[in-house]
């Protein structure tokens, strides 16, 4: 009875959907009860035999509320991914149909099985979508805790087997669904830094991709062998350097430590009740072109990396506490929310910051990024900023350090696809004569983000980071409206050993904002770490940040515009690591001159690109992990 319009939904299950949500079912899944034992708990006890009508009355509720959801859910790819609060609501509203529909399966349980042909796979596939839901929402608000819900609802779905009995059925339909589950669940594990887990769950994958290759010869065998490669590359990536644990397991074997992929509130110095201007990120835009570089689900290892330099764990948990799936994170509860912050800011003297919002752009065409970037402009707040990260491959004409600027000069490629149109427009704009004459134009690259695209965003704050061997030229943006404005860049060259390391794994300057401890590691050669050593550099790296933040604030010839930044937490974490990035190569043997040390505009003043005491503590580091010897005796300007 349920077969026809679970088929209707055929289109509905691609990678990229999104849903939210977490219940007491998902928190339950440690407690290993049975699906019969669930269902047992909320079904409705009945003091008679149904009647045919009010059976037939159940099964006809359950269907339109169940077609009513795929419908809602299925509208909410048509939502912009840019602009903020006006999708909360239909996202409320997409979140109570769905949580009506897990109640209704909870009271009814055993008439839509029996006698409406329910599926233990058609339950997970409700539930599917509301760990669907609660990732898009983690993606719209950055809010890491939605993150979490999504993962609590994924998790419960594979410790309770809920597609088994898509297992060998004659089409290959289910079992589709089944691998896109997987594929969201290991982005949400990868997203949490979970990379015991990932590795558990890896290989449940690939076992199921196998089957599935071999049941149905025909079907995209292609599609999901390379699926499964990016994976696999992916997760090597994204632990360049190993954190061996004081334990191991029974077999002897050493065990790897997670990595700390969030830094929490209480790292970051405080100083942002002692500066002149309080500026805090409105959006961040993030951007990912680099050629080569492993990607997972349209995420590169660069974007990865930056998205984590965004988001602070939270403090404030997401508490269900009803029987449902759990109330939806609409309008009604985040005013709620926002409320109850608002109440605590005013007792605490140094203040958790929201996460920012972010959009994250996978090799994006030109007017793709153009729209996003005029966006979020439009959607800046009074002492606000916009913050641009782009990964990406030179393009354009090369610029040297103190060349001038002009608006083609210098340039990252945003997309290696060319745009509709883009070939033939060019040829016309260079004009007939030029084969006649054997004149040669340069034709600048279309999907290709120039400084000169970044003008009229500087008539707001702007922060700008680049990670490309061509971001010399975006040091020379000119600041011609005053408002605050810094961008740092990666460095243009690395030693050929470095470099050699490197492939495919992301730029160097990112790794260093990302984990300064992993970025020091690869410079310095370094596989794995002991827990012991990596706990003791971790609070050696803290001490710098602390020392650094003190030294900003107390320096008369830092730029005004760089402290305006640091009133943000982000970015204060953010210009500290780079501070860290710039002492460890400056120090290290094998970078030898500035075209290999990141850069920044504005420039730090002398008093602290030259500051014995945070040289000592990079030096403390050092000895820490007995790689004192590849280090020069004093820092280099």
Not at 476 to 495: L, V
Not at 587 to 615: A, G
Request: glycine share 6%; proline share 4%; with cysteine.
């Amino acid at each position: 009875m349920f077969r026809p319009f679970c088929r209707s939904a055929a289109g509905h299950g691609g990678l990229d959907h999104g849903v939210k949500g977490a219940s007491r079912w998902a928190h339950d899944s440690a407690a290993n009860h049975t699906d019969d034992e669930l269902g047992a708990q909320h079904e409705t006890k009945k003091s008679h035999v149904l009647s045919s009508n009010e059976v037939a009355e159940i099964l006809e509720n359950f269907r339109e509320n169940l077609e009513k959801s795929r419908y809602m859910f299925h509208a909410l790819k048509d939502i912009p991914p840019h602009g903020h609060d006006a999708w909360k609501i239909q996202f409320g509203k997409t979140f109570e149909i769905h949580n009506l529909v897990w109640k209704m399966q909870q009271r009814h349980r055993s008439v839509l099985v029996e006698k409406g042909g329910l599926r233990r796979s058609e339950i997970g596939e409700i539930a599917s979508k509301v760990g669907q839901l609660y990732y898009q929402y983690y993606i719209r608000t950055s809010d890491v805790s939605y993150l979490q819900e999504s993962f609590n609802f994924y998790n419960a779905l594979r410790l309770r087997n809920y597609f088994k009995d898509v297992e060998g059925e004659p089409t290959s339909y289910r079992m589709l669904k089944k691998l896109r589950f997987y594929t969201r669940y290991l982005v949400v594990i990868l997203l949490l830094g979970r990379m015991q887990l990932v590795l558990e769950v890896m290989k449940e994958f690939f076992h199921f991709v196998a089957q599935f290759s071999s049941v149905y010869l025909e079907e995209n065998q292609e599609e999901w062998a390379i699926v499964c490669s990016e994976l696999q590359t992916f997760n090597q990536k994204v632990a360049l350097v190993k954190i061996i644990s004081s334990k191991t397991t029974k077999q002897g074997n050493p065990i790897h430590l997670d990595p700390v992929l969030r830094l929490s509130h209480e790292d970051v110095p405080n100083i942002e009740q002692q500066l002149p201007v309080k500026i805090t990120i409105g959006t961040a835009v993030v951007v990912g072109n680099a050629m080569g570089q492993v990607k997972f689900n349209d995420l590169s290892i660069d974007m990865f990396r930056i998205v984590t330099c965004f988001e602070l764990e939270k403090v404030e948990k997401i508490v269900d506490k009803s029987n449902s799936i759990g109330d939806a994170p609409a309008a009604n509860k985040l005013v709620v929310e926002k409320s109850t912050l608002q109440n605590q800011k005013q007792a605490r003297p140094h203040e958790q910051q929201d996460n920012p919002v972010k959009y994250l752009l996978y090799q994006p065409s030109i007017s793709s990024l153009n729209n996003y970037l005029s966006s979020a402009f439009k959607e800046l707040k009074d002492k606000q900023c916009l913050v641009v990260y782009i990964s990406g491959e030179e393009s354009g004409v090369h610029a040297d350090m103190g060349g001038e600027i002009s608006y083609g000069c210098g340039g990252v490629a945003t997309n290696r696809r060319s745009e509709s149109g883009s070939k033939s427009q060019s040829n016309l704009a260079a004009g007939p004569g030029i084969g006649l004459n054997n004149r040669r134009l340069h034709i600048n690259d279309v999907n290709c983000l120039y400084p000169g695209d970044l003008f009229p965003y500087t008539r707001k704050p702007l922060f700008l980071i680049v990670e490309s061997s061509n971001g010399l030229p975006f040091l020379q943006i000119p600041n011609w409206f005053g408002e605050p404005f810094m961008c740092i860049i990666a460095p243009q060259f690395m030693p050929q050993a470095v470099e050699d390391s490197m492939e495919n794994a992301g730029g160097l300057l990112t790794l260093f904002l990302a984990d300064p401890l992993m970025g020091l590691c690869k410079v310095c050669g370094l596989e794995d770490i002991s827990e012991k050593q990596h706990s003791n550099c971790t609070v050696i790296l803290k001490t710098f940040y602390l020392e650094a933040a003190k030294f900003c604030h107390k320096s008369k010839e830092i730029h005004f515009h760089i402290l305006c930044f640091m009133s943000d937490q982000f970015l204060r974490m953010i210009i500290l690591k780079y501070l860290f990035c710039s002492y460890v190569l400056r120090l290290h043997r094998s970078f030898k001159n500035w075209t290999q040390w990141p850069k920044s505009y504005p420039d730090f003043s002398i008093d602290l690109m030259d500051n014995l005491v945070l040289e000592k503590i990079v030096r403390d580091i050092s000895v820490e992990l007995e790689i004192q010897t590849l280090f020069n005796d004093s820092v280099r300007l």
